[in-house]
């Protein structure tokens, strides 16, 4: 038995975790809903490494955009740079839909209690996308990665700890920039025996390989 809330707000039931029980299986096996995704992030306060969730969702609308559940500023300025850097670069990437007829509510939340991180960019724009064109995203998946306003990727720092903290959660799938390939010779091999790795070389890429496999 799971115990539960009800967002007043949206509606949305949500699982109360136990902290004490760890991040086990925190992962669903199977597709998730359009614009919901698992990443993992380091807590600067604590630094550890924390499990989040993002969950998209667009709505015919103005172009309003909104950030709630977890949304201290790093947060909400990673979002707001993938959304910005969607919304720019739309038209390049093959989308047909007009961003400014939508308006968007992103709500980030963590399993294991984090607050704060900066490392949620490429997970922030895989989830608009993915809510934006109504697909869902493969479960038992987690993306890493930051991007910056122009869509520049930025090296995972800690690889190894991401990669176990993913795998105890029940991840199955991994994706991670290019940058870090030279980062596998000191990754455990428990690890890597355990979790199928994928790169992605932009943000674009990361989207399509989140998705397509559903």
Do not use: W
Request: hydrophobic share 45%; net charge negative; aromatic share 6%.
């Amino acid at each position: 038995m799971n115990l539960s809330y009800l967002d007043k707000e949206s509606g949305d039931e949500f699982i109360a975790e136990c902290a004490e029980l760890g991040a086990t299986k925190l992962i669903p096996e199977g597709p998730l809903s359009p614009g919901d995704i698992f990443c993992i992030g380091l807590e600067p306060e604590t630094s550890r490494m924390v499990l989040y969730r993002v969950q998209a969702a667009a709505i015919p609308g103005s172009g309003k955009f909104q950030v709630v559940g977890i949304a201290s500023k790093s947060i909400r300025e990673s979002a707001k740079m993938a959304f910005d850097y969607l919304r720019t670069n739309s038209r390049r990437i093959g989308l047909d839909h007009d961003i400014g007829n939508y308006d968007f509510s992103i709500q980030v939340m963590s399993p294991m209690h984090g607050k704060d991180t900066e490392d949620l960019g490429v997970a922030l724009y895989v989830a608009i996308l993915s809510a934006l064109i109504n697909k869902s995203i493969a479960g038992g998946l987690v993306i890493l990665g930051q991007m910056s306003i122009h869509g520049v990727l930025s090296r995972v720092e800690q690889l190894g700890d991401r990669l176990r903290v993913a795998m105890d959660a029940g991840a199955r799938q991994i994706l991670i920039p290019t940058v870090n390939a030279a980062d596998f010779a000191a990754v455990p091999a428990e690890l890597l025996d355990k979790l199928r790795v994928d790169f992605y070389s932009d943000v674009a890429q990361a989207a399509f390989k989140a998705i397509a496999e559903v």
